[in-house]
């Protein structure tokens, strides 16, 4: 008899990948779940078809982590195309090439600068930002006349790399839920420049970088405060009700508790004490 694909037991795993450019990341994360044979996964952070780069990706209970993770400010490379200009604000709909004159590269290391802090923006139609339960791109793409609704991105720093004209690179950190298609198109009108994105890479979000897909330890990437449990451990390895006394914080907020073999995540407020994830093996 044929070996199914998916013939393993399901895993708890978490891994940074890297996603190459012009395929979507749901393509990729099945790509990613044939290599390792399960598919229960899921991941953060959808990327463009467009761009590439760093993708946290979970199999098993640690597909439930996804709210709880280290995951911002992210950061990002990307190269402008001077006097390109396209549809979806990157390489795939240029529609128009023009020459341009050469810019001043103090010029453009001020406004790269300038760029940190909160900005104003309409997201590109082109982007991965779900509109009614669909990906904005997939609307555009099918002629359906997409409006965007006007978001507010910070930008946490940003750092000149080149200029080679036409072509422009930079970093930027920014804020969750930021598009650097937007930001480039910021710098741009500041320049008082057209232009495109010609390439595009996350480089982490938050504490997560790419490092050949090594096994990383959910504790060392949680964004949750550590409570000690002073009960006995059958009552969270069963899932029973806990009582605020056997906790030695009792503040009201979310808190993880740790023991050897599996943690959970905690809720306390109004001074009763809920599970919003139980028993996550290690």
Same mark, same amino acid.
């Given at each position: 008899m044929q070996k199914r694909l998916y013939d393993k037991e399901p895993l708890?795993?978490?891994?940074v990948v890297k996603k190459p450019m012009f395929m979507s990341s749901n393509s990729y994360l099945n790509r990613i779940k044939r290599k390792y044979k399960n598919k229960k996964a899921g991941f953060s952070g959808t990327l463009d078809p467009?761009?590439?780069g760093c993708l946290i990706v979970a199999f098993g209970q640690y597909s439930k982590l996804f709210?709880? !993770?280290?995951?911002?400010?992210?950061?990002?490379?990307?190269?402008?195309?001077?006097?390109?200009?396209? *549809?979806? @604000?990157?390489?795939?709909?240029?529609h128009s090439n023009e020459e341009c004159e050469i810019l001043s590269e103090s010029l453009i290391k001020e406004e790269i600068k300038n760029l940190i802090g909160d900005i104003t923006y309409l997201p590109p139609k082109y982007s991965a930002k779900k509109i009614d339960g669909k990906r904005a791109y997939d609307l555009a793409r099918a002629g359906i006349d997409v409006k965007m609704k006007e978001s507010t991105m910070t930008i946490v720093d940003t750092?000149?790399?080149?200029?080679?004209?036409?072509? !422009?690179?930079?970093?930027?950190?920014?804020?969750?839920?930021?598009?650097?298609?937007?930001?480039?198109? *910021?710098? @741009?009108k500041k320049l008082n420049r057209v232009g495109t994105l010609s390439y595009l890479e996350r480089l982490n979000e938050g504490k997560f970088f790419y490092e050949n897909e090594k096994d990383l330890n959910p504790l060392d990437y949680l964004d949750i405060p550590r409570n000690k449990y002073t009960g006995?451990?059958?009552?969270?390895?069963?899932?029973?009700?806990?009582?605020?006394?056997?906790?030695?914080?009792?503040?009201e907020g979310k808190y993880l508790i740790v023991f050897d073999d599996f943690f959970s995540i905690i809720q306390i407020e109004n001074n009763e004490v809920k599970y919003l994830l139980n028993k996550v093996l290690l």
């Open positions: 708890n795993k978490l891994v467009f761009a590439k709210n709880y !993770l280290a995951k911002t400010p992210k950061s990002y490379r990307t190269t402008i195309w001077l006097g390109a200009q396209s *549809e979806s @604000l990157d390489l795939e709909n240029i750092k000149f790399l080149s200029y080679s004209h036409p072509f !422009l690179t930079f970093e930027a950190t920014v804020s969750e839920g930021s598009y650097i298609r937007s930001l480039a198109q *910021e710098l @741009l006995t451990k059958e009552w969270l390895d069963f899932g029973k009700k806990i009582a605020l006394d056997y906790l030695e914080i009792k503040d």
